[in-house]
């Protein structure tokens, strides 16, 4: 959990292994359109629904201002390279390491080195099959762990297992090559949970740590990371 989250003027480079997550407000501007590079251009203007269009433009505009300030390159000249299941990484650097997820307005970017890092935040909506989205995308565990619950401790359960999933899959970088079904993560109880078993072949489970981000109640979020404890960093303006 963060301790508080400090204005994104605050920021200083960090001077050890740390994370930083960084919380963004999706609101498009003029300037945003002209960092983006043309194939993030044409990939958002493929968007039919202008809200998620201008979502996508700001949240990629943005991520190009903080890793900017990381390898002391101005926004627009950043160059962006894709893995095999299109998770991004820098071009010309290996460091930091990054990831970005948004939701309606609310964005998140996760940036560290040397680690493998994915983030995931999600904007809860009431009132939804929890039990049948699970059953399609949780493993047996997961779904034996929810059914427990009562009805009004289900569906913060859920975003909560669902955003660790996902920042897990993120992380890995298989995109939907890999079943949302094929591990299982803690997600009930205290404490931010585990990796309890994995189907991805030479993983080790023993080496993911997650962290919840406290977003307020209309939003869920997490980040997944391997190797030792670090000190996690949080920027962006406090909505809890």
């Not at 300037?31 to 958002?44: F, G, I, N, V, Y």
């Not at 099959?129 to 929810?146: I, K, M, Q, T, V």
């Not at 949970?193 to 080496?207: K, N, Y």
Request: hydrophobic share 35%.
């Amino acid at each position: 959990m963060p301790d508080s989250w400090r204005p994104a003027d605050d920021w200083t480079p960090p001077s050890g292994d740390v994370i930083d997550v960084w919380r963004l407000d999706l609101t498009v501007t003029e300037e945003d359109w002209t960092l983006l590079s043309p194939d993030e251009s044409e990939r958002a203007n493929r968007i039919v629904v202008e809200g998620k269009r201008n979502q996508k433009a700001s949240s990629r505009a943005q991520l190009r201002r903080i890793l900017s300030l990381y390898v002391d390159i101005e926004p627009r000249s950043l160059r962006f390279e894709y893995g095999e299941h299109g998770k991004p990484g820098l071009s010309t650097h290996r460091n930091p390491s990054f990831n970005l997820s948004h939701s309606e307005v609310v964005g998140l970017v996760g940036v560290t080195r040397d680690l493998r890092v994915g983030i995931d935040v999600e904007h809860v909506h009431e009132g939804r099959d929890f039990s049948g989205l699970a059953n399609r995308f949780f493993s047996a565990e997961e779904r034996a762990a929810l059914h427990e619950l009562s009805d009004p401790e289900r569906p913060a359960a859920f975003y909560r297992a669902w955003t660790r999933k996902e920042a897990y899959l993120k992380a890995l970088g298989t995109g939907l090559s890999f079943p949302s079904n094929g591990f299982t993560i803690a997600y009930t109880g205290e404490g931010p949970g585990c990796v309890m078993a994995t189907d991805m072949p030479g993983d080790d489970p023993s080496i993911w740590r997650f962290a919840d981000v406290q977003l307020g109640p209309a939003f869920m979020g997490a980040i997944c990371f391997d190797g030792p404890e670090r000190e996690i960093r949080w920027w962006g303006p406090d909505l809890t």
